[in-house]
């Protein structure tokens, strides 16, 4: 499966954002699917996944109660709705897709990654 993350941009402390990830190649129904970020110079880190029927979902505590994580199976597509940004949220965001059972809030779980998209939150 290919995917390919976009929706990041220029925020402002407090603004929401929602970015997409929109799979290619097979069905995303297939994966378990996650959103990690990156900032220069630290590992990636974990964001939020979602089960592959999206019964079950996952947050780091960093953005718990401000992120919520979505799917629309029809439409081949991973959400991350971001709200009540923070400047700490400044990364580029990436999607990744692993098997069904996985626990795909470790990255070694995940089998394919999209290429980032560029979210910056300023004060």
């Known amino acids: 499966v290919q995917l390919q993350a976009s929706g990041g941009g220029l925020m402002q402390a407090g603004d929401s954002l929602r970015l997409s990830c929109e799979g290619s190649g097979d069905p995303l129904i297939n994966y378990a699917m996650s959103w990690f970020r990156q900032t220069p110079g630290k590992e990636r880190e974990f964001v939020a996944a979602i089960s592959w029927r999206g019964g079950t979902t996952h947050y780091d505590d960093s953005v718990k109660g401000r992120f919520t994580i979505s799917r629309d199976n029809a439409k081949n597509t991973v959400y991350l709705q971001m709200n009540s940004l923070k400047p700490e949220d400044t990364a580029v965001y990436y999607c990744?897709?692993?098997?069904?059972?996985?626990?795909?809030?470790?990255?070694?779980?995940?089998?394919?990654w999209g290429k980032g998209t560029l979210v910056t939150v300023s004060s």
């Open positions: 990744a897709a692993g098997p069904p059972d996985a626990d795909t809030r470790s990255e070694y779980a995940n089998n394919y």
